[in-house]
């Protein structure tokens, strides 16, 4: 049936204007999308070729040369060496494993090798090289560049690395380097883009980690085409950055090889101080590791080693170590009587061998007492009661306050890893830390160094340099940064009168130069050398009252972690002070018999600038000194070498 006419004009028209709008619609899309490419093409030209030309062209890292590390004379303590290493890209080996099994008969690598290699492919992009092994031999290095036609992807590099060439001397003081783990990233606000460079090293301990921020330097870049792959074309252009900057410490390497060889033998640790400029010359703790082990990268063997020793390689007794500090710590109780006027030095107190107060009785080192004891007598012979008498009066807060104006319980600032702040204990301190009152026999036992009273061998070395020098002396371990001298601290006095610095300073010559002292048996004869200390026992242990009535155990019949801790704090020419030592034998017994004789012989030793000479001591000690000192195991030195420097 035909339409009418009019039904068929009505959809013409209907049919006309939709195309009109579509034609339209696509005419309009075609105007933008025009505009659009004309906007790309010409006004955001130089946007869009930027983009194109980071797309083509790389900016790489390239890791700086770490600073090195010198002693006070220039002698290095921490390098770079050059390493040679060989490293495998996945994307060119193909079959990875083959490859590897093929490089094993070139140079030796483990299974463990192997394994880390194969993982680490995995990981990184096929283009990314992996590192196989490093610190290879010329000869390995050798052996793999002529074979590399047959091992597809291998190819050697060089590269430096960190070494440490005077050994275990100053692993606890240097510290070491090693990979950046997460947990490092992880302590960082804004983590340098260094770090996340595979394989880079920072500082885990010591000056290497406290510096890091010195040493590591500026990190250069590389300029570098690629292809769409992201495959390196070419280099285009470098930028070799800025290196570390180079740091010169306070230790003198000679010093600190002579103490640690003294220290051979003992878990125990010594600080010898400028009484003058408060460099430190040396920081020993016995035993030691090879850093070097750690850069490396150590193995389960000599890990386990390390940790399972008794006498504990790993910690730094030197600073971090805090212990009793038995009658080291007599100084400070009688410098807080005496500045509080409550003893004078002639004031006496009769010691029957032990005190009764608060229903206890607290004993005396020497069983039958010593009888009327001043302050300086006190001193001499060390007399525990004399001590307990005056504490009573003086006061905790008062000997605590005493004690932090000398050096303890103060953290001092030097750029090693966890130097400790020691306790010095006050009435306060114990109810807040513990939520208990505090008796009197606490204030007794502290008056002793026994208690809670706890310092590190550093902060006794500085306690017995400000008594010698009556100054506010402060440690100070570097010495230039980049040939750039380090500003030498200027110290205050003490605010302690100087009459009673100077009974102080008697009675410890005392010790050493009196027949009745303490450290007698440890003096030095040379009267331009004339030695003054102070000997100090710890117990780590109680003595019951059922031990006692039988006979108190000596030291050398307990197990050696029951023994008592030995110490002596010194300094010398007695008349004119220049250095400071302080020594900690952990379980070593008698400060006296065991910490003295070390304190002697390294004052000795930086006071003379080589091997203690044997006129110093005793006639009747020389030939044992003699052999002793042919038996010590120093490092030998270049022809024509001899001792440190007294700078």
């Known amino acids: ?195 996340q460079i595979p394989g880079f090293q920072i500082g885990k301990s010591g000056v290497e980690a406290r510096m890091e921020d010195v040493l590591r330097g500026r990190a250069g870049t590389s300029q570098i085409e690629v292809n769409a792959a992201g495959r390196v074309m070419r280099e285009l252009s470098r930028d070799e950055g800025v290196a570390g900057r180079n740091v010169q410490l306070t230790i003198d390497e000679s010093l600190q090889n002579y103490v640690q060889a003294r220290l051979a033998g003992e878990s125990a640790a010594t600080v010898v101080m400028d009484v003058e400029t408060g460099d430190l010359k040396a920081i020993a703790s016995a035993p030691t590791f090879d850093p070097n082990l750690f850069v490396r990268g150590i193995s389960v063997a000599d890990y386990r080693a390390l940790t399972e020793n008794k006498y504990r390689p790993l910690a730094n007794k030197s600073v971090q170590g805090v212990y009793p500090p038995g009658s080291t ?74 004690a932090n104006k000398l050096g303890l319980g103060v953290r001092h600032d030097i750029p090693m890893s966890a130097v400790a702040e020691g306790l010095t204990p006050t009435l306060d301190w114990k109810q807040q830390r513990r939520g208990e009152s505090w008796v009197i026999g606490d204030t007794i036992n502290a008056s002793i160094g026994q208690g809670f009273v706890l310092a590190s061998p550093l902060q006794l070395a500085v306690m017995t340099a400000r008594l010698a020098a009556g100054t506010d002396i402060a440690p100070r371990l570097v010495r230039a940064i980049d040939g750039v001298p380090q500003e030498v601290r200027r110290t205050g006095a003490l605010d302690l009168d100087p009459a009673n610095l100077r009974a102080i300073r008697r009675a410890m010559s005392a010790v050493s130069n009196s027949r009745r002292g303490t450290g007698y048996r440890s003096r030095i004869v040379d009267e331009t050398m004339l030695m003054a200390g102070k000997s100090g026992t710890s117990q780590v242990r109680n003595i019951t009252a059922a031990e006692r009535a039988r006979g108190v155990f000596r030291n050398e019949d307990l197990p050696w972690e029951r023994r008592d801790h030995a110490l002596f704090v010194s300094y010398a020419p007695a008349d004119r002070p220049r250095f400071a030592v302080a020594v900690v034998v952990e379980h070593g017994g008698g400060g006296s018999a065991a910490a003295a004789p070390i304190a002697r012989d390294v004052l000795l030793r930086v006071l003379n600038g080589d091997l203690p000479p044997l006129e110093a001591y005793p006639a009747s000690q020389r030939e044992n000194i003699e052999q002793q000192q042919r038996s010590l195991p120093l490092r030998q030195r270049a022809p024509g070498q001899t001792g440190s420097s007294r700078a």
């Open 329 to 402: 710590f007599k100084m400070v109780t009688a410098l807080a009587a005496l500045e509080a006027g409550i003893v004078g030095p002639e004031d006496t107190f009769w010691c029957p061998g032990y005190l009764q107060t608060a229903g206890r009785r607290f004993h005396c080192w020497k069983r039958g007492g010593h009888g009327h004891m001043n302050m300086h007598d006190s001193l001499v012979q060390s007399c525990d009661v004399y001590y307990y008498e005056v504490a009573q009066r003086v006061g905790i807060d008062r000997i605590s306050a005493m």
């Open 1 to 195: 049936m035909r339409r009418p006419v009019k039904d068929t004009d009505d959809s013409a028209r209907r049919i006309g204007r939709r195309a009109l709008v579509l034609g339209g619609a696509q005419m309009a899309f075609a105007g933008l999308l025009a505009w659009q490419m004309r906007k790309m093409q010409i006004e955001e030209a130089d946007k869009f070729r930027l983009l194109a030309e980071e797309n083509r062209i790389n900016l790489r890292l390239l890791p700086p040369a770490r600073g090195l590390i010198f002693d006070r004379n220039g002698v290095p303590i921490a390098e770079n060496d050059q390493n040679y290493r060989v490293v495998i890209v996945r994307e060119d080996a193909g079959d990875v494993a083959a490859v590897l099994d093929r490089l094993r008969r070139i140079i030796p690598l483990s299974d463990e090798d192997i394994a880390r290699t194969l993982a680490e492919t995995q990981r990184r992009v096929r283009f990314v090289p992996v590192t196989v092994a490093d610190r290879l031999s010329w000869e390995d290095l050798s052996r793999v560049a002529v074979n590399t036609p047959a091992l597809p992807g291998v190819r050697v590099e060089v590269g430096l690395s960190r070494t440490y060439p005077l050994g275990s001397d100053f692993a606890h003081i240097v510290g070491y380097v090693g990979p950046v783990s997460d947990y490092d990233l992880s302590k960082l606000d804004d983590p340098d883009p260094l770090l």
